[in-house]
Nanobody, 121 residues
Framework: QVQLVESGGGLVQPGGSLRLSCAAS????????MGWYRQAPGKQRELVAA???????DYGDSVKGRFTISRDNAKNTVYLQMNSLKPEDTAVYYC???????????????WGQGTQVTVSA
């Protein structure tokens, strides 16, 4: 059973920073892509950032230049450094793993339970 567990959310003032972490557990050989999505109340879930096992990255337009995604392949962990946070960044942030190769076989996608990020004065 593969699980993704996020940590690092919380309340921060506008202009502040937060670092999210997401660790995958289970008998995992590799994960092609790990990423972060977010969903604000009344809005659709959207891509924040994603990173492949080779280090290629992709960012949503609204976070480019402010957020940085990184990963530790040996630990099956992905990080999201969020700087210059704005109130519109307030959302539940979900970790995602895509194309996982495990001892039990191939898994197409796995989601974490989500962590709340609130940007407010």
């Amino acid at each position: 059973q593969v699980q993704l567990v996020e940590s690092g959310g919380g309340l921060v003032q506008p202009g502040g920073s937060l670092r999210l972490s997401c660790a995958a557990s289970g008998s995992i050989f590799s994960i092609d892509t790990m990423g972060w999505y977010r969903q604000a109340p009344g809005k659709q879930r959207e891509l924040v950032a994603a990173i492949t096992s080779g280090g290629s990255t992709d960012y949503g337009d609204s976070v480019k230049g402010r957020f940085t995604i990184s990963r530790d392949n040996a630990k099956n962990t992905v990080y999201l450094q969020m700087n210059s946070l704005k109130p519109e960044d307030t959302a539940v942030y979900y970790c995602n793993g895509a194309n996982l190769y495990t001892r039990s076989g191939y898994v197409s996608t796995v989601w974490g339970q989500g962590t709340q990020v609130t940007v407010s004065a």
